[in-house]
């Protein structure tokens, strides 16, 4: 929550970010490390951006805010 209000999205963006992660983690239904999580996080904050904010959240920003430049890929 902190992120997306540091990034000043939408509150819509936060609550479908949060639902975004929620549905991919239902559905996958397996052992999620920490990496995991946050790389999840981060694709459902960019995905949820990317529909409800007017200026979407850049990946290049939300790679060195979140993920602070390591890319767990």
Same mark, same amino acid.
């Given at each position: 929550m902190k992120v997306l209000h540091a990034f *000043?999205? *939408?509150? *819509?963006? @936060?609550?479908? %970010?949060?639902?975004i992660m929620d549905l991919f983690i239902n559905?996958?239904?397996?052992? @999620? %490390?920490?990496?995991?999580v946050l790389l999840i996080c981060s694709i459902s904050i960019y @995905?949820? %951006?990317?529909?409800e904010d007017v200026l979407p @959240?850049?990946?290049k920003i939300l790679v *060195?805010?979140?993920?602070h430049d390591k890319h767990p890929l």
């Open positions: *000043e999205c *939408e509150t *819509e963006t @936060i609550f479908l %970010s949060v639902t559905v996958v239904k397996t052992l @999620i %490390s920490k990496n995991d @995905i949820a %951006s990317k529909m @959240i850049n990946m *060195e805010g979140i993920l």
